[in-house]
């Protein structure tokens, strides 16, 4: 396959001194993240796994990850980034179904694991490197190489692992740069972690820009975050988005060019809230088989135009005749990863059934209507959880919620909503008598479980069933 000259490459040339990545320890140039990229790149090449396929890589958000992940982009090694907030036996269970046993970590994370794991340091492998070296040859790679194995952020016990190349990353970034302008002297800040294509995805979209990617201080708030580094863009999921609007400082947040929220449906009164101040929100569809973004607003939604957006370049939506959202195109992945071996799971024209379900607008806007497999029978009446779920978020003091269906030896299945935020349950059921018909009223209602780990993590709704039928079976209702 023929090698191209690498983005890394090319944004050194075009954008040679410009800023490329900003932390609390350290800012590097355009031409400085080459050289250390090259530098990494040699070291690599000097390690006993070249014949290996594919290498696990374990941290936070930090600049030795990003400059290990740029370099492993061009030694034709897949990369398995691990969730490190997962336990151990998880981060092992993903490392076997990718045929992994080489992984690069940090120290307070090596210990976790066996001799049957190949470690290595990423802080060692990153020391004493030198960024006034030009090297005499570019940097090249082949764009069609498998780049990365990524976790799904389904509720099932056994995520699958999504296989991306680098022409998908990069088909992704300039369709989404296309929709949304960036221009020299942006700043965006790394608010999504790098065990995502969500957090990934920035890292090419300010390659093609030649924009600034500043790592946030963990000990501040994502607001403070915005002030201390002028940031102009940031990803959102919902519970970073609640973040935002609760440290009500409108003044930091006014300086932002532009709130990307995905990772699933905003509620009606986050949205409210955010419009209130003016946030400029750009609103998107998205999936992890789709490289990320699939669908996005072309501009700040207002309050009567609230919509997922219109199709990306490079990417097709297809809406079947039973509403799911079919999708294909340059940015879709390889396959799924499992047990070393690579399976796709197409249908026979090509188009993946990503299992959400959707319409068009009548601007030829995605709206999104829920999920497939949430959806549940109750008495012979069709209910999409999704659709109680809004209701219920538009009742003042609710954050959160989740419908769920329970068994019930007469219609089959009943609603039970979990739901977080201040406000009065009685005040809320009295609320809901009148916006809902009988059969969607929920028979009980319980505060929602916070998770350790809300970013860009779908709800265990299966999970979160167990939990209500055990509720319900306790109050003999």
Known sequence: MPQVESPIETAAKTYKNNCAFISKEATLSYHDLRCLTDEVLQKIGKLNIINQKTVALLTDNNLHFIILFYALMHSNLKILPLNFRLPPGNQLSQMKEASADTL???????????????????????????TNTD???????????????IATSGSTDRPKLALHSINNYLKSAEGANENMKLETGDRWLLSLPLFHVGGLGILFRSLLAGITVVIPDKKISLAENIEKYKITHISVVFSQLIQLLNDKNEKQLKRLKAVLAGGGPIPSNLLEQALAINLPLYLSYGSTEMCSQITTTDA????????????????????????????????????????????????????????????????????????????????????????IEKIILQYDGT???????????TYGQIPFAFVSGRFDNSELKDYLNNQLPKYKLPVGFAPLPISSDSTLQKPDRKRLKELAEQIITRKNL
């Open 300 to 387: 700040p939604v207002t309050s009567d135009n609230i919509n997922s957006g219109k199709t990306l370049k490079f990417r097709e939506i297809l809406i079947s005749d039973e509403a799911e959202i079919l999708v294909k195109g340059e940015t879709m992945f390889d396959g799924y990863l499992r047990n070393g071996r690579i399976t796709r799971e197409l249908d026979k024209k090509g188009w993946f059934h990503t299992g959400d379900l959707g319409k068009w607008d009548k601007n030829n806007k995605l709206v999104i209507v829920g999920r497939k497999d949430n959806q549940f029978i109750s008495g012979g009446e069709n209910i999409q959880p999704e659709e």
């Open 399 to 409: 954050d959160e919620a989740i419908v769920v269906g329970i068994n019930h030896p």
């Open 104 to 130: 690069f970590t940090s120290d307070n994370l090596a210990d976790n694991f066996d001799e049957t794991i190949t470690i290595i340091n990423i802080k060692e492998l990153i020391l004493n490197l030198d």
């Open 135 to 149: 090297r005499a040859t570019d940097l090249k790679l082949n764009k069609d190489s498998l780049l990365t194995a």
